[in-house]
């Protein structure tokens, strides 16, 4: 089971990033996905969740409106586009199977958001 993210990078407040995320190693559909963040105080928050039929998500308060979780079966890649970004959105982004696998992270994208 593996998950590679990409996508972040520096960028200003208001900006916006899209992050993806590249799995392996287990039924990708039949997964619900999520994204998690860890801050530089070191907390992990769920940030976002896809449920298996791609229609259903759900977000953190702190991000709802801002961004955007998505999938696609086919190509087993889950994605977060975010908006309107906020220095207090700065962390490390991993994406995640919701349920199981719980040992199996990925290395993460740095998302910075700094003027």
């Known amino acids: 089971v593996q998950f590679v993210e990409s996508g972040g990078g520096l960028v200003q407040p208001g900006g916006s990033l899209r992050l993806s995320c590249a799995t392996s190693g287990f039924t990708f559909s039949s997964y619900s996905m999520s994204w998690y963040r860890r801050t530089p105080e070191n907390e992990r928050e769920l940030v976002a969740a896809?449920?298996?039929?791609?229609?259903?998500?759900d977000y953190a308060e702190s991000v709802k409106g801002r961004f955007t979780i998505s999938r696609d079966n086919a190509k087993k890649k889950v994605f977060l586009q975010m908006n309107s970004l906020k220095p207090e959105d700065t962390a490390v982004y991993y994406c995640?199977?919701?349920?199981?696998?719980?040992?199996?992270w990925g290395q993460g994208t740095q998302v910075t958001v700094s003027s």
């Open positions: 995640k199977t919701l349920v199981g696998f719980p040992t199996n």
């Open positions: 896809i449920y298996t039929g791609g229609d259903s998500t």
